[in-house]
C-alpha cells in the first residue's frame, strides 16, 4: 500500500504514480513554495518576502509588515496570501480527520459483517447439532417403534434374507401386537434363573457365594427398537419379576402381561399426566409415543411409582475406585441381595426384584451377584443388546460355565463415568404415592433456590446410602443431596 510522504494517508495507486501526496498536502506543498521559492530551491531567505519557519516575525526593512501562519510559522508579507495558506491547512486537517472517519467506518462495517457471518455459522453449526442429538436419542420425527419395524423389514426383504410372505405375517402379527397393547414375546427367553440357580449348585471352582433375583425373563431388542429401546426392554424384564411375586398382584391388576413398548410409552405419558418428574416430562415435550426417545432411570422410576410400587434412584454419580471403577456400586448391590438372606448355604435364591442398572448411553439388568474366594465381586447382568439364541444357550448350561462370560461383569468392567440404579422395595399406599407426586414439586423448588449454591458433586449416592423417602429427578442429584437433612 502506498501511502502520502506528508501526512500518511493512503493513496491510491494512480495518485501514487503521479505524485506521492495526497491532493492538499501536494497544493500546501506548491503554496509554500510560491510564498519562499528561494527555499524551494535551496537557497536562504530574500527580497521575496518570506522566512524560515521559526524564525522571528519582523519588519522586512523595508517598512513591510510580517504576517506569520500560526499553523507552520511560515511568515509572508501578504496578508491575503498567509489566509490563503491558512485555508489549505484547515483543508488538509478536514481532509485527514474525514478520511479516518471513512476508515472507521469501514473497518467498523467490516467488523459488523464479520460477526453477523460468524452468527450465522455458528447457528447453523447449533441447528446440525441439535437435529444430530434428536436423531440419535429418538427425538426427531422419523417416527417410532411401528415405522422402524417396517423399515428394517423392507430392507430385510430388500437384502434377500425375508422373504415377502413372511414380511406380510410379521408386520400383521406386530400390528395386532400394537392394537391390544402387549408384547408379543417373540424376543423372550423364560428360564434363565431357574437354570442358573441349578449351575451354581454344581459348580465349585472359584465362587464362594451367589446371590440370586426372584426369577425373571429376558427380553431382547427386536427390529423395531434396535439401537433405542434398552430401556423399555428393562423394564419388561423388571415387570415380569413383579409379575411372579403376588405382594404386587393389587399393584398390577390392570397390567397382568407384559406390555409392548408403544403401550410402555402410554404408561409413561400417564405418570407425568398424574404429576410425576415434570422437569423429565418436559424434557420429551410431554411426549414419547411414536418416537424413538430413549429413557432412563428416572422414566423407570416414574412408571413404576405410578403403578405404586415403592423404588428408589441410587446415584453412584462418580468412580469410588482406581482406574475410573465403582466398587461402592457392587457393595450396595451386594448389600440389597444379601439383606435377609444371610445363611450358609452357597446359592442364595432370594425374593428380591431384579435391579435397573443404567449409565450414559445403556441400560441393562441386574439379576444376581457372584462372591469369589477371594472376596471380589461379579455382576450377573441381563442385557438387551443379546440376542435370545446366546441365552437360550444359558439354558443348556456346560459345566465349564464358558456361557456365564455374556452374564458376569466384574469390578473393572464397569468404568463409566456416573451409574444409576432403580431398586424396587415394596409397595406404596395411595398416600405414600401422592407423597412422592408432590415431593416432584418440592424437589424443583429447592432447585431452583440452591442451584446457584451448589456446584460440586457431594452426593450421598457414591456411599450407596438411600437419599429419603421423597425421590428426585436423576438430575437434581448432586446438587440436593447435601440437603437431605433439611428432606427428611
Same mark, same amino acid.
Given at each position: 500500500m ?16 503521479? &505524485?506521492?501526496?495526497c ?12 510564498a ?23 519588519d ?7 504576517y506569520?501562519?500560526p ?5 509572508c508579507?501578504?496578508?491575503q ?8 491547512h ?22 459488523h459483517?464479520? =460477526?453477523k457471518?460468524?452468527?450465522l ?11 444430530k442429538? &434428536?436423531? &440419535? ?17 423392507e430392507?430385510?426383504? =430388500? ?25 408379543d ?7 434363565v #434363573?431357574?437354570?442358573?440357580?441349578k449351575?451354581?449348585?454344581n459348580?465349585?471352582k =472359584? ?8 426369577g ?13 429401546g ?16 403376588? +405382594?404386587y398382584?393389587?399393584? +398390577? ?33 410431554n ?11 428416572c422414566?423407570?422410576?416414574?412408571l ?6 415403592k ?13 475410573g471403577?465403582?466398587?461402592r ?9 444379601? %439383606? ?15 435391579i435397573?442398572l443404567?449409565?450414559?448411553g445403556?441400560?441393562?439388568?441386574v ?11 461379579c455382576? +450377573? ?7 435370545s ?10 459345566t465349564?460355565?464358558?456361557g456365564l462370560?455374556?452374564?458376569?461383569r466384574?469390578v ?7 451409574? &444409576? ?5 415394596g #409397595?406404596? %399406599?395411595?398416600e ?11 424437589c ?35 446438587l ?6 433439611? #428432606?427428611?
Amino acid at each position: 500500500m502506498l501511502v502520502c510522504d506528508g501526512c500518511g494517508r493512503a493513496l491510491p495507486c494512480e495518485a501514487a504514480r503521479r &505524485q506521492p501526496r495526497c491532493p492538499p498536502c501536494q497544493r500546501l506543498r506548491r503554496h509554500s513554495a510560491a510564498a519562499r521559492p528561494e527555499a524551494a530551491a535551496g537557497r536562504e531567505p530574500g527580497a521575496h518576502g518570506w522566512r524560515l519557519p521559526g524564525a522571528p516575525a519582523a519588519d522586512t526593512g523595508n517598512g513591510e509588515q510580517l504576517y506569520e501562519c500560526p499553523i507552520c510559522s511560515l511568515t509572508c508579507t501578504n496578508l491575503q496570501f498567509l489566509e490563503e495558506h491558512v485555508d489549505l491547512h484547515l483543508e488538509e486537517h478536514s481532509f485527514s480527520e474525514g478520511g479516518n472517519m471513512r476508515d472507521l467506518e469501514l473497518a467498523q462495517q467490516l467488523q459488523h459483517e464479520e =460477526d453477523k457471518q460468524q452468527r450465522l455459522e455458528e447457528e447453523k453449526r447449533e441447528k446440525e447439532e441439535f437435529k444430530k442429538l &434428536q436423531r &440419535q436419542y429418538g427425538l426427531d420425527s422419523s417416527g417410532g417403534y411401528k415405522q422402524q419395524f417396517l423399515k428394517n423389514m423392507e430392507r430385510e426383504v =430388500d437384502r434377500g434374507r425375508m422373504q415377502p410372505f413372511e414380511y406380510h405375517k410379521r408386520k400383521a402379527d406386530m400390528m395386532e401386537s400394537l392394537a391390544v397393547g402387549i408384547d408379543d414375546g417373540k424376543t423372550k427367553t423364560s428360564g434363565v #434363573i431357574e437354570a442358573l440357580c441349578k449351575y451354581y449348585q454344581n459348580e465349585n471352582k =472359584d465362587v464362594r457365594r451367589v446371590w440370586l433375583s426372584a426369577g425373571v425373563d429376558h427380553f431382547h431388542s427386536s427390529l423395531g427398537d434396535k439401537g433405542w429401546g434398552c430401556g423399555y426392554r428393562n423394564f419388561q424384564m423388571l415387570l415380569s419379576s413383579l409379575l411372579q411375586n403376588s +405382594l404386587y398382584n393389587d399393584c +398390577l391388576r390392570d397390567t397382568a402381561l407384559i406390555p409392548s413398548i408403544p403401550k410402555i410409552q402410554s404408561m409413561i405419558e400417564d405418570a407425568w399426566k398424574e404429576g410425576f418428574d415434570p422437569h423429565g416430562a418436559s424434557h420429551f415435550n410431554n411426549r414419547l409415543r411414536g418416537s424413538k426417545a430413549w429413557i432412563g432411570a428416572c422414566e423407570i422410576y416414574s412408571l413404576l411409582t405410578s403403578l405404586r410400587i415403592k423404588c428408589q434412584i441410587i446415584d453412584f454419580h462418580k468412580p469410588t475406585g482406581p482406574a475410573g471403577t465403582h466398587p461402592r456400586l457392587f457393595e450396595w448391590i451386594l448389600r440389597y441381595y444379601s %439383606t435377609d438372606n444371610e445363611g450358609a448355604t452357597k446359592v442364595v435364591c432370594t425374593s428380591r426384584p431384579p435391579i435397573y442398572l443404567q449409565h450414559q448411553g445403556h441400560s441393562r439388568t441386574v439379576v444376581g451377584i457372584e462372591e469369589k474366594k477371594n472376596k471380589t465381586l461379579c455382576l +450377573l447382568l441381563f442385557d438387551p443388546g443379546c440376542p435370545s439364541q446366546e441365552m437360550q444357550k444359558l439354558l443348556k448350561q456346560s459345566t465349564d460355565g464358558t456361557g456365564l462370560k455374556l452374564l458376569r461383569r466384574f469390578v473393572g468392567g464397569l468404568k463409566e463415568k456416573q451409574y &444409576q440404579i432403580v431398586a424396587v422395595d415394596g #409397595i406404596l %399406599t395411595l398416600e405414600e404415592k401422592t407423597v412422592s407426586i408432590s415431593g416432584n414439586s418440592f424437589c424443583k423448588k429447592m432447585y431452583k433456590n440452591l442451584h446457584l449454591l451448589f456446584q460440586t458433586q457431594v452426593c450421598v449416592w457414591s456411599h450407596g446410602d438411600l437419599f429419603s423417602p421423597i425421590q428426585f429427578p436423576h438430575s437434581l442429584f448432586p446438587l440436593l443431596s447435601a440437603y437431605s437433612p433439611l #428432606i427428611e
